[in-house]
């Protein structure tokens, strides 16, 4: 960090010391844009965006008019914070409106944000979201449930019988259980635990945040080692329902839930599952910020479809037919009949699919859920 930078750094505490924003207000000023964005575009946005988080978090949301905008169009965690205080609350949320072409009959564009707590100092990774003018409460909600989450963090996960003992290369990440802060690895302990399916995330500052998934039974104790990998350039986050191939530029790198590194820059996502509508969206990166795209609802091409995941190396038939695709359209209710089969051995089953729409074939419990 060279001198200018800490002195500006220094100066940005500074101003939150002395002028002590801590009141849970949240302060969203206008938005910065690059490229072509309509200043219709931006106003309706920043209403709807507003509003929304209002309702979202039960804060006053203040418009932020007294803070420059050069402040405003960057999204620095410092920066940040000194934008809750100037503008006097305890949050801020900073963003940016980026066009990503100038077709006038459908304008598309990202918009990026960053969510600050001035009282405690933490931030929320880069949020990311794909915005078309005439699909803007959509985009609205998905990012005011990412800011909200921030702001409003869930209940720390029961603590109950069984437990589970973290540790990390290198040491001292942030731990996260279903998406809520419970310690770090500086230290290693156990984490008594209700019996059940969690999340497990650990984050650290410079390296890609890095998630697995753990089941603990009754009086359990499981031990999970993480490593992280040191960011270069930036990363995103992304998770999808259900889940799906992603592609970055084109080239796959691997499935949903999913973090992985980018180069810095304007990237292309897509999302490719059978029997569902592909997505593609761009996100942008930065060096060593997380992009994180909230959660992608894919759209089925069925009115009526069951998808499910065999395990490696099996394949499935249901109702004498063999679905190489992992989907079967437009089944009848009632019941059906399925077969997990590998290198001739076959496990048949059945289901009974309660009525018309969208669901989830365990294939290994035989059980069905809902995707509505």
Known sequence: MGVADAVRRTALWLILLLLGGANGQVVVPTFGTQGTVPEATVARFMEVFRQQLGLRTGLAVLPGTTVAQTLVDRL??????????????????????????????????????????????????????????????????????????????????????ASLFITSTPPDASIYLNGVEVGTTAKPRELPLAPGRYEVELRKKGFVPERDMVTLEVRETQFLALILTEIRGGSILLSSVPSAEVFLDGRRVGRTPLTTQAEPGVRTLRLSRPGFRAHTQSVTVRNFFVSRVPQIRLEPTYESLVFWTPPTGFTVSVDGVVRPRNFAANLRPGPHRAVLSRRGVDIPFTFKLPRPGVFELDVQTHELRTLE
């Open 76 to 161: 620095e965690p410092d920066v940040a914070a000194a934008i809750a205080t100037l503008g006097g609350g305890r949050y801020s949320v900073a963003g940016e409106i980026i066009a990503l072409d100038t077709g006038l009959s459908r304008r598309r564009y990202t918009v990026n944000l960053l969510v600050t707590d001035a009282r405690t100092r933490r931030t929320s990774d880069l949020f990311s979201q794909p915005l078309v003018p005439a699909e803007l409460p959509a985009a609205v909600a998905a990012l005011t449930r990412a800011a909200g989450a921030f702001i409003n963090p869930a209940a720390a996960p029961a603590q109950g019988s």
